[in-house]
């Protein structure tokens, strides 16, 4: 695993600054800490940090083809590169490492760009074709690793965070002002847009090429469209054996590595099946590791525990406590570029810290919620069909009036928190309540909580452009399955997987996902979505196919998710750290927010009228972010 970073003048005749390169690794050390490496050639210059997983004699970065002519930098791992490998030395190729990214400059020289669709990977790389005079970018096809880019009237600029981007003199620090809004209402900055008005991101799935002077970006992967509701049905049993089947070889080519690995351990569904998948193609070799909560409601170690006995794992847990979470605080903020408003960055910070401890490899169970319909959305939006059925003035008259009154619980998806979400989406398109459902603030409320001038600003923007375009362009027929491709497309590439990318990375720690190998996720992705959510039964195909792997009971526990008692903070240990960053003047400074509506969130909270946990939480992210790099360039970064 590694960061890379590089920069190519838009002068072919300016040489590249080496010590301006080296400035941007440095920026992200943290995600290679074993080693560095640069290649300049005449205005390109590509660098990278690597965390040394595979090959960790000889897989030095930069590496190139045989003569020279082509050069790479990667950061990710190629899960298939060993059959890759073998071909390509029977076509002639010579090898002068063991490296999975050695793999890759030969496969370009033999397939061009379509060399992206033959590798199996989580991967972000820039190639440099010296013959050609071209440098390709790209990115995995789920998203896994990032890749940033900034087109300035000097260069092109790419790397794999935003901080390594801000080290060049070219990349403005200038605020995007529509990205604010759209962080308000997501809880993070859709793709390709970031806070950063001059930088992008790559979507996953595609490349770009920067040549003659000219940006073109492409796709080179899609979702496939799921079986159409009515279609003939595929043989149900046959099917479950192929996702066993599948998920099992993706757990066995992530077992690859030459430095000891685990698993994150939550004793959900997911987590628990990579466990069980990993206890049948490498017994006696299980290592778990899980974080407890003194809070019950958040709490999921006895599930956990139960699963770690009945595979015999080797698992290490730590118990944390509010005065743990509420301390990395302001490490975090200065680790992400981005504001992120998903209050489970905590808790991930400090499980990939102390599995840092044991190992240096950890496999995650990311991506199956979005894969199967797991989260209790789904069920919503099922249920939302039938709610706005009912005579509106009976729903607003009656309905969401009691739901208003309902007395406000800190627990952890308690009723109330779950019914006055409902009620927030209803009446709006299905991707639209989705994105509510799941984000602080709607349309109207972040429009609100804009300061004059910054409404006015974006009085013209979409703030739901991005869910709106996914939504049409879902390969699904049915609402269901055009949701799952929207939350694919955005909730779990632009904040779950950053989450875990940011949080193990600032620990030096490679996660890996096989619950998105992309074999996986094409498989599913075929599947009726009825097998998906069945009935009120989530991943419903899933559980039935796992289930003989399982322990008794995974498959009928309740979704909890990965939450910490924000509600409480608010009024216990953040209070004052709140009062501090959403003060009257510090807002009144930043015109950012309006703060007599900031000033009513927090006084409804306080005073239990009102649960505002996430907008508030979401507001105190965009102040840490706005501390740390919201007032220009970092320090150390040339001028």
Same mark, same amino acid.
């Given at each position: 695993?590694?960061?890379?970073?590089?920069?190519?003048?838009?002068?072919?005749?300016?040489?590249?600054?080496?010590?301006?390169?080296?400035s941007?690794?440095?920026?992200?050390a $943290?995600?290679?800490?074993?080693?560095?490496g640069?290649?300049?050639d005449?205005?390109?210059?590509?660098?990278?940090?690597?965390?040394?997983?595979?090959? #960790?004699? =000889?897989?030095?970065?930069?590496?190139?083809?045989?003569?020279?002519?082509?050069?790479?930098?990667?950061?990710?791992?190629?899960?298939?590169?060993?059959?890759?490998?073998?071909?390509?030395?029977?076509?002639? $190729?010579?090898?002068?490492t063991?490296?999975?990214?050695?793999?890759?400059?030969?496969?370009?020289?033999?397939?061009?760009?379509?060399?992206?669709?033959?590798?199996?990977?989580?991967?972000?790389?820039?190639?440099?074709?010296?013959?050609?005079?071209?440098?390709?970018?790209?990115?995995?096809?789920?998203?896994?690793?990032?890749?940033h880019?900034?087109? !300035?009237?000097?260069?092109?600029v790419?790397?794999?965070?935003?901080?390594?981007?801000?080290? $060049?003199?070219?990349?403005?620090?200038?605020?995007?002002?529509?990205?604010?809004?759209?962080? #308000?209402?997501?809880?993070?900055?859709?793709?390709?847009?970031?806070?950063?008005?001059?930088?992008?991101?790559?979507?996953p799935?595609?490349?770009?090429?920067?040549?003659?002077?000219?940006?073109?970006?492409?796709?080179?992967?899609?979702?496939?469209?799921?079986?159409?509701? &009515?279609?003939?049905?595929?043989?149900?049993?046959?099917?479950?054996?192929?996702?066993?089947?599948?998920?099992?070889?993706?757990?066995?080519?992530?077992?690859?590595?030459?430095v000891? *690995? &685990?698993?994150?351990?939550?004793?959900?569904?997911?987590? !628990?099946s990579?466990?069980?998948?990993?206890?049948?193609?490498?017994?006696?070799?299980?290592?778990?590791?899980?974080?407890?909560?003194?809070?019950?409601?958040?709490?999921?170690?006895?599930?956990?525990?139960?699963?770690?006995?009945?595979?015999?794992?080797?698992?290490?847990?730590? =118990?944390?406590?509010p005065?743990?979470?509420?301390?990395?605080?302001? !490490?975090?903020?200065?680790?992400?570029?981005?504001?992120? &408003?998903?209050?489970?960055?905590?808790?991930?910070?400090?499980?990939?810290?102390?599995?840092?401890?044991?190992?240096?490899?950890? #496999?995650?169970?990311?991506?199956?919620?979005?894969?199967?319909?797991?989260?209790?959305?789904y069920?919503?939006?099922?249920l939302?069909?039938?709610?706005?059925?009912?005579?509106?003035?009976?729903?607003?008259?009656?309905?969401e009036?009691?739901?208003?009154?309902?007395?406000?619980?800190?627990?952890?998806?308690?009723?109330?928190?779950?019914?006055?979400?409902?009620?927030?989406?209803?009446g *709006?398109?299905?991707?639209?309540?989705?994105? /509510?459902?799941?984000?602080?603030?709607?349309?109207?409320? !972040?429009?609100?909580?804009?300061?004059?001038g910054?409404?006015?600003? /974006?009085?013209?923007?979409?703030l739901?452009?991005?869910?709106?375009?996914?939504?049409?362009?879902?390969?699904?027929?049915?609402?269901?399955?055009k949701?799952?491709?929207?939350?694919?497309k955005?909730?779990?590439?632009?904040s779950?997987?950053?989450?875990?990318?940011?949080?193990?990375?600032?620990?030096?720690?490679?996660?890996?996902?096989?619950?998105?190998?992309?074999?996986?996720?094409?498989l599913?992705?075929?599947?009726?979505?009825?097998?998906?959510?069945?009935?009120?039964?989530?991943?419903?195909?899933?559980?039935?196919?796992?289930?003989?792997?399982?322990?008794?009971?995974? =498959?009928?526990?309740?979704?909890?998710?990965?939450?910490?008692?924000?509600?409480?903070?608010?009024?216990?240990?953040?209070?004052?750290?709140?009062?501090?960053?959403?003060?009257?003047?510090?807002?009144?400074?930043?015109?950012?927010l309006?703060?007599?509506v900031?000033?009513?969130?927090?006084?409804? $909270?306080?005073a239990?009228?009102?649960?505002?946990?996430?907008?508030?939480? =979401?507001?105190?992210?965009?102040?840490?972010?706005?501390d740390?790099?919201?007032?220009?360039?970092?320090?150390?970064?040339?001028?």
């Open positions: 695993m590694c960061g890379i970073a590089g920069f190519i003048n838009r002068d072919t005749a300016r040489p590249a600054d080496a010590a301006l390169l080296r941007m690794t440095d920026a992200i $943290h995600r290679g800490p074993d080693d560095e640069f290649h300049l005449g205005h390109v210059a590509l660098g990278m940090r690597r965390l040394s997983i595979i090959d #960790l004699q =000889t897989g030095h970065q930069p590496l190139s083809n045989e003569d020279d002519t082509i050069w790479i930098v990667f950061n990710g791992e190629v899960y298939n590169y060993l059959e890759l490998r073998e071909g390509l030395v029977s076509r002639g $190729h010579r090898f002068r063991m490296s999975d990214t050695e793999v890759l400059v030969h496969l370009y020289e033999e397939e061009g760009d379509a060399f992206l669709s033959r590798i199996n990977a989580m991967a972000a790389l820039a190639l440099w074709d010296s013959r050609r005079r071209r440098l390709l970018l790209a990115r995995d096809r789920i998203g896994k690793k990032p890749l880019f900034a087109m !300035t009237a000097d260069a092109l790419f790397g794999s965070e935003i901080k390594a981007l801000l080290r $060049h003199p070219s990349v403005g620090t200038g605020i995007d002002q529509a990205s604010v809004a759209r962080y #308000l209402v997501h809880e993070y900055v859709p793709c390709p847009g970031t806070i950063f008005a001059d930088i992008s991101k790559l979507r799935g595609h490349f770009a090429v920067y040549e003659n002077g000219e940006l073109i970006q492409r796709p080179y992967w899609d979702l496939p469209a799921p079986a159409e509701p &009515g279609a003939s049905a595929p043989d149900r049993r046959l099917v479950e054996e192929e996702i066993r089947s599948t998920l099992q070889d993706a757990v066995r080519r992530r077992l690859m590595s030459d000891p *690995l &685990g698993v994150f351990l939550s004793g959900g569904v997911d987590s !628990t990579i466990v069980a998948c990993m206890a049948r193609v490498a017994p006696g070799r299980v290592r778990t590791f899980s974080v407890a909560f003194q809070e019950r409601s958040f709490d999921e170690s006895t599930h956990f525990r139960s699963v770690a006995r009945h595979y015999s794992a080797e698992h290490v847990e730590r =118990t944390l406590t005065s743990d979470l509420l301390a990395i605080l302001p !490490t975090l903020a200065s680790v992400i570029d981005e504001p992120l &408003g998903d209050a489970s960055i905590l808790p991930t910070f400090l499980l990939s810290r102390f599995t840092r401890e044991h190992v240096t490899v950890a #496999l995650g169970g990311e991506g199956g919620d979005e894969l199967l319909a797991g989260y209790p959305t069920q919503a939006h099922r939302a069909e039938a709610y706005e059925r009912i005579p509106s003035p009976l729903r607003a008259g009656l309905i009036t009691l739901v208003r009154r309902l007395p406000v619980s800190t627990a952890n998806l308690s009723f109330d928190f779950k019914a006055k979400k409902f009620i927030s989406g209803a *709006l398109a299905p991707e639209l309540r989705n994105q /509510v459902w799941l984000g602080s603030f709607s349309d109207l409320e !972040t429009r609100a909580m804009l300061a004059p910054l409404r006015q600003a /974006v009085a013209g923007e979409d739901f452009e991005e869910a709106r375009r996914h939504m049409r362009q879902a390969p699904a027929s049915d609402t269901l399955g949701l799952l491709y929207v939350d694919l955005m909730y779990l590439q632009d779950i997987l950053v989450k875990v990318d940011r949080a193990s990375m600032a620990c030096s720690l490679e996660v890996r996902a096989p619950l998105l190998d992309y074999r996986f996720v094409e599913i992705s075929r599947l009726p979505t009825s097998w998906k959510l069945h009935g009120w039964t989530t991943k419903h195909v899933f559980k039935q196919a796992m289930m003989p792997w399982l322990p008794p009971g995974i =498959t009928s526990r309740p979704k909890k998710g990965f939450g910490v008692p924000v509600a409480d903070w608010l009024r216990g240990p953040l209070r004052e750290m709140m009062g501090d960053l959403l003060s009257h003047d510090r807002l009144v400074r930043q015109g950012l309006e703060p007599p900031v000033a009513s969130l927090v006084a409804d $909270h306080l239990l009228r009102r649960d505002n946990r996430k907008q508030l939480w =979401t507001l105190l992210m965009l102040q840490l972010w706005m740390n790099w919201g007032k220009g360039r970092p320090e150390g970064a040339p001028r």
